[in-house]
Nanobody, 116 residues
Framework: QVQLVESGGGSVQPGGSLRLSCEAS????????MGWYRQAPGKERELVAV???????KYADFVDGRANISRDNVENTVYLQMDSLKSEDTAVYYC??????????WGKGTLVTVSS
């Protein structure tokens, strides 16, 4: 039904940048809330950024202006541009699609490693 495929992860040095992409199948993309979450080893999964249907965006406090989430409803894709990356940003980043009624879908994740 709905499949989410992340891409764009990789290894960067501190201060570097990455842009993550998530392509979603299905016709419900335009009616969904899209988000990016991350999970570091031994840690709980946490919200990074969310973009709502109306275009309103929310970010976790630790983002501190270093990331931007955007969506392309024509291409059914959500992006996460990350700049000034820190070692503590190292994690598996997951794409999330959420609908009212408790329905949500997850991608398999893409690994981001920030190190020297």
């Amino acid at each position: 039904q709905v499949q989410l495929v992340e891409s764009g992860g990789g290894s960067v040095q501190p201060g570097g940048s990455l842009r993550l992409s998530c392509e979603a199948s299905g016709s419900i993309f335009g009616r969904s809330v899209m988000g990016w979450y991350r999970q570091a080893p031994g840690k709980e999964r946490e919200l990074v950024a969310v973009v709502f249907i109306g275009g309103v965006k929310k970010y976790a406090d630790f983002v501190d202006g270093r990331a931007n989430i955007s969506r392309d409803n024509v291409e059914n894709t959500v992006y996460l541009q990350m700049d000034s990356l820190k070692s503590e940003d190292t994690a598996v980043y997951y794409c999330n699609l959420r609908l009212f009624g408790g329905i949500e879908y997850w991608g398999k994740g893409t690994l981001v490693t920030v190190s020297s």
